[in-house]
């Protein structure tokens, strides 16, 4: 039946528009679709399909089926045809092949193509074009698909930039929020167009929140833009072909057609970028900041600050590879993989070192916010590729990676936390004095300015602390004491503004799959760094582990693996008064003018996990020495560790000849399956040597992985910090030295790591 002998009504039902049948006798009933073919069987369906061409309603259909299809079934297969998606309901219609086409795409999409088609043709568009874009190259691209462009106020903004960091996005976001106006962003300038996301103010991220991660990730151009005084990105060469700016213009105007006739799905979300030059397209997720001072609640980081840190109980769920966790490796990377991406993650990419041996596992997250410093050599250092993982597995590894980037990011300061003004002395009695956690030594503050200009930035000397100085304070929750104390901001966060007597590290940070995995990270970590700075700069021989008393494959073979590129590998015990096993591993070249001695440190209550953690930060860094070394590329703490350091000469790296090797078994080991428990111990531990536990949660909430940072007043860092207290004590009461060391008799050579 053609279509001007077509049924009056206008519930004419049909195939849908995008589908056409094709029927092979006693086979099937085929439809071809764009995404593949549909086959229905049954005699039935044969007779059937020839009907469905969509000039007949359902009385249509019942007259001109034959008589041995009663009305009952005919409705039922129209029934299960529709709950397919493959037929569907049509009214009267342009019979040009231009609106037919368009009908075809909404059924394709779904979607109810005539209700479609008025949406589109009823909705009114706004176009806003900066950076030099030509306004009325997209006004033609949006016209094409039949919408109508207002001069006011429209259902939709299009707005079209050269920059997706432009500032005059800020207040073109606000207005929109403010009116309740969705908004599409696209760039159709430079190699690499992009189209997305759409904003939709109460409901999804703003623009706010995609630009505090765009500038996160252009910390070199931020860099330069602020040494010269200027503000907003900055000026970039024109790029492009007048192709691919219609390209991208014109993907725009589908995606504001499609948005117009309701269609609606979460990668509406994201960024989608198409770089000319390799072909590729990529999605780039844009979430909610709930922190973000547009569309968000910027005082909740401020304000848990103030709250008790509560740990709850949590079972263990992982207890192998490189700690006890609350979640497997496994669980974490699917549940935070969308952290990394070129545009919009917090971390680039994350890749494997290639250099040496697979089986190190060396796993690279990006740059070190907590490297940063002043000037080219300080950018430099951010830039660097020294954020990264290790693992006995590659996914350990690449978890790990990803766990410390986070980590890193979620300590750099922000401008919304907590903090309190004053002086040390003012504030009285919850306020840390920074010496007790500096730990620098008087007479370090003397020769400063020599020290540090012959050293790296990472062994550099503050000057010393004004209990009168006005700064700004940030508390953190002392779980011994149950209240809250104050230490400098400055202290608690990479970057914050701070006098130059105080100084921040990434000693005890940590990031888990739970506050309470994090906690117990976060102190474990400050236990092997106390133990290893009474080691090293006191150069007291320790014991060697028998390595054959673990009985640990994974451990035999990362020998071999160093014994094949010329290496010797051993583990020292350097475990102190804290009883949590602590080792370091040292790997030595045995075959080459340059020892090239390197190390790795390890502390965990299991000292089956501790020697691996050794083991495998020791892996993690022996890329730097797998090939010829270029010296001149390290800082200059560690060029000179390579050039001078000989065995022969630090005898203290060396097992004790004059002690016996320990087994596995010397350190006792209760397994606990709560996390909470080991934490209470520690904690407990610690205040037997009268020591508290400070906790400051510095999870962020874009972010979502639990981050802390733990800190421990009177545990020493094993970097160059030379004051009184356990760095003397502790050997003398574990009887490996008969007298404290003098000052002058501390190892002059700052562990480099």
């Given at each position: 039946?053609?279509?001007?002998?077509?049924?009056p009504?206008?519930q004419?039902?049909?195939?849908?528009?995008h589908?056409?049948?094709?029927?092979?006798r006693?086979?099937?009933v085929?439809?071809?679709g764009?995404?593949?073919v549909?086959?229905?069987?049954?005699?039935h369906v044969?007779?059937?399909?020839?009907?469905l061409?969509?000039?007949r309603d359902?009385?249509?259909?019942?007259?001109d089926?034959?008589?041995?299809?009663p009305a009952?079934?005919?409705?039922?297969?129209l029934?299960?045809?529709?709950?397919?998606?493959?037929?569907?309901k049509?009214?009267?219609e342009?019979?040009?092949?231009g609106t037919q086409?368009?009908?075809?795409y909404?059924?394709?999409?779904g979607?109810d193509?005539?209700?479609?088609v008025?949406a589109?043709?009823?909705?009114?568009?706004s176009?806003?074009?900066i950076?030099?874009?030509n306004?009325d190259t997209?006004v033609?691209?949006?016209?094409?698909?039949g919408?109508?462009?207002?001069?006011?106020s429209?259902d939709l903004?299009?707005?079209?930039?050269?920059d997706?960091?432009?500032?005059?996005?800020?207040?073109?976001d606000s207005?929109h929020?403010?009116?309740?106006?969705?908004?599409?962003?696209?760039?159709?300038?430079?190699a690499?167009?992009?189209?997305?996301p759409f904003?939709?103010p109460g409901?999804?991220p703003c623009?706010r929140?995609?630009?505090?991660r765009?500038?996160?990730?252009r910390s070199?151009e931020a860099?330069v833009?602020?040494?010269?005084g200027?503000?907003g990105?900055a000026?970039r060469?024109?790029?492009?072909?007048p192709?691919?700016t219609?390209?991208?213009?014109?993907?725009a105007a589908?995606?504001a057609t499609k948005w117009?006739?309701g269609?609606?799905?979460?990668?509406q979300?994201s960024?989608?970028?198409?770089?000319?030059?390799t072909m590729?397209?990529?999605?780039?997720?844009?979430?909610?900041?709930?922190?973000c001072?547009?569309c968000?609640?910027p005082?909740m980081?401020?304000?848990r600050?103030?709250?008790?840190?509560a740990?709850l109980s949590r079972?263990?769920?992982?207890?192998d590879g490189?700690?006890?966790?609350?979640s497997?490796?496994k669980?974490?990377?699917?549940?935070?993989?969308?952290l990394v991406?070129p545009v919009?993650g917090?971390v680039r990419?994350?890749?494997?070192?290639?250099t040496?041996p697979?089986?190190f596992n060396s796993?690279?997250s990006?740059s070190?916010?907590a490297a940063?410093g002043?000037?080219l050599e300080g950018l430099r250092?951010t830039?660097?590729?020294?954020?990264?993982?290790?693992g006995v597995t590659?996914?350990?590894?690449?978890?790990?990676?990803?766990c410390e980037a986070?980590?890193?990011?979620?300590?750099?300061?922000c401008?919304?936390?907590?903090?309190?003004?004053?002086?040390?002395?003012?504030l009285?009695?919850p306020a840390i004095?920074?010496?007790?956690v500096?730990?620098?030594h008087?007479?370090q503050?003397?020769?400063?300015?020599a020290w540090?200009?012959?050293?790296?930035?990472?062994?550099?000397?503050?000057?010393?602390?004004?209990?009168?100085e006005?700064?700004d304070w940030?508390?953190?929750?002392s779980l011994?004491?149950?209240?809250?104390k104050?230490l400098p901001?400055?202290?608690c966060?990479?970057?914050?503004?701070c006098?130059?007597?105080v100084t921040?590290n990434?000693?005890g940070?940590?990031?888990?799959?739970?506050?309470e995995?994090?906690?117990l990270?976060?102190l474990?970590e400050l236990?092997?760094?106390d133990?290893?700075?009474?080691?090293?700069?006191?150069?007291t021989?320790?014991p060697?582990?028998?390595?054959?008393?673990?009985?640990?494959?994974w451990?035999?073979?990362?020998?071999a693996?160093?014994?094949?590129l010329g290496?010797?590998?051993w583990?020292?015990?350097?475990?102190?008064?804290?009883g949590?096993p602590?080792?370091?591993?040292?790997?030595?070249?045995?075959?080459g003018?340059?020892e090239?001695?390197?190390?790795g440190?390890?502390?965990?209550l299991?000292?089956?996990?501790?020697?691996?953690?050794?083991?495998t930060?020791?892996?993690q860094c022996?890329p730097?020495v797998c090939e010829p070394?270029?010296?001149?590329?390290?800082?200059v703490?560690?060029?000179?560790?390579?050039e001078?350091?000989r065995l022969?000469a630090?005898?203290?790296?060396?097992p004790?000849?004059e002690?016996?090797a320990?087994d596995v078994?010397?350190?006792?080991?209760?397994?606990?399956p709560d996390?909470?428990?080991?934490?209470?111990?520690l904690?407990?531990?610690l205040?037997?040597l009268g020591?508290?536990?400070?906790?400051l949660?510095q999870?962020?909430?874009?972010?979502?992985l639990?981050v802390?940072?733990?800190v421990?007043?009177?545990l020493?860092h094993?970097w160059?910090?030379f004051?009184?207290?356990?760095?003397?004590?502790v050997?003398?009461?574990?009887?490996?030295?008969?007298?404290?060391?003098?000052y002058e008799e501390?190892?002059?050579?700052?562990?480099?790591m």
């Amino acid at each position: 039946m053609r279509e001007d002998q077509a049924e009056p009504g206008d519930q004419r039902i049909g195939f849908k528009r995008h589908l056409r049948p094709q029927i092979v006798r006693g086979e099937a009933v085929y439809l071809f679709g764009e995404s593949g073919v549909t086959a229905i069987q049954g005699a039935h369906v044969e007779v059937l399909a020839p009907l469905l061409d969509g000039t007949r309603d359902l009385a249509g259909l019942l007259r001109d089926a034959p008589a041995d299809l009663p009305a009952d079934k005919v409705g039922r297969m129209l029934r299960r045809l529709s709950a397919a998606g493959l037929v569907g309901k049509r009214g009267r219609e342009d019979g040009s092949a231009g609106t037919q086409a368009a009908l075809a795409y909404w059924d394709a999409a779904g979607l109810d193509a005539a209700g479609a088609v008025a949406a589109t043709t009823k909705s009114l568009v706004s176009v806003v074009a900066i950076d030099g874009i030509n306004r009325d190259t997209l006004v033609e691209a949006l016209h094409r698909n039949g919408l109508t462009v207002t001069s006011g106020s429209g259902d939709l903004t299009v707005v079209a930039c050269a920059d997706y960091l432009a500032p005059e996005l800020r207040d073109i976001d606000s207005a929109h929020r403010a009116a309740g106006t969705p908004w599409l962003l696209v760039k159709p300038v430079g190699a690499q167009v992009c189209v997305g996301p759409f904003f939709t103010p109460g409901d999804g991220p703003c623009w706010r929140c995609l630009a505090t991660r765009l500038s996160a990730n252009r910390s070199a151009e931020a860099h330069v833009r602020a040494r010269c005084g200027q503000r907003g990105p900055a000026p970039r060469a024109a790029i492009g072909l007048p192709s691919l700016t219609a390209t991208a213009l014109g993907v725009a105007a589908v995606e504001a057609t499609k948005w117009l006739a309701g269609l609606r799905h979460d990668t509406q979300r994201s960024i989608w970028s198409y770089d000319s030059l390799t072909m590729q397209v990529a999605q780039h997720d844009v979430r909610v900041r709930p922190q973000c001072s547009g569309c968000g609640d910027p005082g909740m980081v401020a304000r848990r600050a103030f709250e008790p840190v509560a740990l709850l109980s949590r079972m263990k769920r992982s207890c192998d590879g490189g700690g006890h966790r609350s979640s497997s490796p496994k669980e974490v990377l699917d549940s935070y993989r969308h952290l990394v991406g070129p545009v919009t993650g917090i971390v680039r990419e994350i890749q494997r070192d290639e250099t040496g041996p697979a089986f190190f596992n060396s796993f690279w997250s990006g740059s070190n916010i907590a490297a940063a410093g002043d000037g080219l050599e300080g950018l430099r250092s951010t830039l660097r590729a020294d954020t990264g993982g290790k693992g006995v597995t590659p996914l350990d590894a690449e978890v790990g990676a990803l766990c410390e980037a986070v980590e890193r990011r979620s300590g750099a300061f922000c401008g919304n936390e907590a903090r309190v003004q004053g002086s040390y002395r003012s504030l009285g009695e919850p306020a840390i004095h920074p010496d007790t956690v500096q730990h620098y030594h008087p007479r370090q503050y003397d020769d400063r300015d020599a020290w540090n200009a012959s050293h790296s930035r990472l062994q550099h000397v503050t000057t010393p602390f004004d209990e009168d100085e006005v700064m700004d304070w940030t508390p953190l929750w002392s779980l011994t004491e149950q209240r809250h104390k104050l230490l400098p901001t400055g202290m608690c966060y990479f970057g914050a503004p701070c006098p130059p007597s105080v100084t921040s590290n990434s000693n005890g940070c940590a990031a888990g799959s739970s506050l309470e995995d994090a906690v117990l990270q976060g102190l474990l970590e400050l236990v092997e760094r106390d133990a290893v700075a009474i080691w090293w700069y006191n150069r007291t021989p320790m014991p060697v582990m028998d390595l054959d008393s673990f009985r640990d494959p994974w451990i035999d073979e990362c020998r071999a693996v160093h014994a094949g590129l010329g290496r010797e590998v051993w583990l020292l015990d350097v475990t102190v008064d804290l009883g949590v096993p602590v080792m370091v591993a040292v790997s030595r070249r045995t075959d080459g003018p340059r020892e090239d001695i390197m190390l790795g440190c390890g502390a965990h209550l299991d000292p089956r996990i501790a020697a691996r953690r050794a083991l495998t930060e020791l892996n993690q860094c022996m890329p730097m020495v797998c090939e010829p070394v270029d010296i001149t590329a390290f800082d200059v703490d560690t060029r000179r560790w390579f050039e001078n350091t000989r065995l022969a000469a630090e005898p203290w790296l060396a097992p004790d000849p004059e002690q016996p090797a320990r087994d596995v078994s010397h350190h006792g080991h209760t397994h606990r399956p709560d996390l909470i428990d080991d934490i209470r111990a520690l904690q407990d531990t610690l205040a037997s040597l009268g020591m508290e536990v400070l906790v400051l949660d510095q999870t962020r909430p874009d972010l979502g992985l639990p981050v802390v940072r733990v800190v421990v007043p009177g545990l020493r860092h094993f970097w160059s910090r030379f004051a009184q207290g356990r760095l003397y004590d502790v050997p003398v009461q574990l009887g490996r030295l008969a007298q404290p060391r003098r000052y002058e008799e501390l190892n002059p050579t700052p562990l480099f790591m």
